[in-house]
């Protein structure tokens, strides 16, 4: 249950920032693969530049073919999620 709850926080564009950080920073740290789904929404959809980054950040840790192409869409972002999708 406490997985799912910080998934759905993860996508939820309404929730407060710094939940939503956390919950993508311990989704990248604890290894979460059921969160990738989410952390790619965040990394692409967000409004949230700092949210945008650190999912980037999270989906790094992962090995899923989806993630490289979502971060390719990401190359003409400004420079900081440009840096992020990078990695």
């Known amino acids: 249950p406490a ?3 910080a998934i759905a926080l993860i996508a939820d564009e309404k929730a407060p920032p710094g939940a939503r950080l956390e919950c993508i920073r311990i989704a990248g740290e604890a290894s979460l693969p059921d969160s990738i789904p989410a952390l790619l929404d965040a990394a692409t ?7 945008r980054q ?3 950040g999270s989906l790094a840790r992962y090995s899923d073919a989806r ?3 979502a971060a390719m869409a990401l190359l003409s972002e400004p420079e900081a999620v440009r840096n992020a999708a990078l990695g």
């Open 54 to 56: 650190e999912a980037l």
């Open 67 to 69: 993630i490289g192409p």
């Open 45 to 51: 959809k967000s409004k949230d530049s700092g949210i």
């Open 3 to 5: 997985v799912k709850k």
